[in-house]
């Protein structure tokens, strides 16, 4: 098994445990609703979909290749979205039930204005890449963004479009939805090399963060 396929094979066995565990939370936790469990499994269905389309299996005469959409992305992008929305539920009703805890602030406008953009952070067969692309998802999903991350080989860029190892480059449709989250994401590329944005007409989601 190469390591290409590891790794895109181990979201899938972590997702699993993890979801497994949640669900077990869930059904034996009386305050919580078991309707929560239901969306949580139906979101987990939804949230793999990118590393399934993007998984290619050749062996055994077998040959399997997905091919990841940009409308699949972008709805994976909104189901993560929803499940930081039911996570977030699920701990203000916690709050509610404790004693004398406080009310649950509410969503800022600027979280609600989020909502509205799409963010994709894609990776690549570096371990490191694929932290900071995790980190920036979930940096994204809690500010209100609908986000994603998933794997490519860039094998679609043209070479012209390619960074070098240790570089970040902006992909966006309008530079006044990308300029907060390049502030937001600062953290994350103070290390890597910033190569200069590419700005098109059209593409899959709003912004789109590469790291090579």
């Not at 396929?5 to 899938?12: D, E, G, H, T």
């Not at 994709?120 to 694929?130: G, S």
């Not at 609908?146 to 012209?160: G, K, M, R, V």
């Amino acid at each position: 098994m190469t390591t290409d396929v590891l790794i895109k094979i181990a979201p899938l066995i972590g997702g699993g445990i993890l979801l497994i565990i949640c669900l077990i939370g869930i059904m034996r936790s009386p305050a919580v609703p078991n309707i929560y469990a239901g969306l949580l499994a139906f979101g987990a269905l939804l949230f793999v979909i990118p590393t399934l389309s993007n998984f290619n299996f050749h062996g055994l005469g077998i040959e399997f290749q997905g091919a990841t959409t940009g409308l699949v992305t972008e709805q994976a992008a909104g189901i993560k979205a929803q499940l930081e929305d039911i996570k977030t539920s699920i701990a203000d009703l916690g709050k509610r039930i404790a004693p004398a805890a406080a009310a649950p602030a509410a969503p800022s406008a600027e979280y609600g204005k989020n909502r509205s953009s799409t963010v994709i952070v894609v990776y690549t067969t570096d371990p490191k890449t694929k932290t900071i692309a995790k980190q920036m998802e979930d940096d994204l999903l809690k500010r209100g963004y609908q986000a994603t991350s998933l794997f490519s080989d860039y094998s679609e860029l043209a070479d012209s479009k390619k960074g070098p190892s240790g570089s970040v480059r902006f992909v966006y449709t309008d530079p006044a939805l990308a300029t907060p989250v390049k502030l937001m994401l600062r953290p994350e590329t103070s290390g890597l090399t910033v190569l200069a944005d590419d700005q098109r007409a059209q593409m899959s989601g709003d912004v789109q963060v590469l790291l090579f």
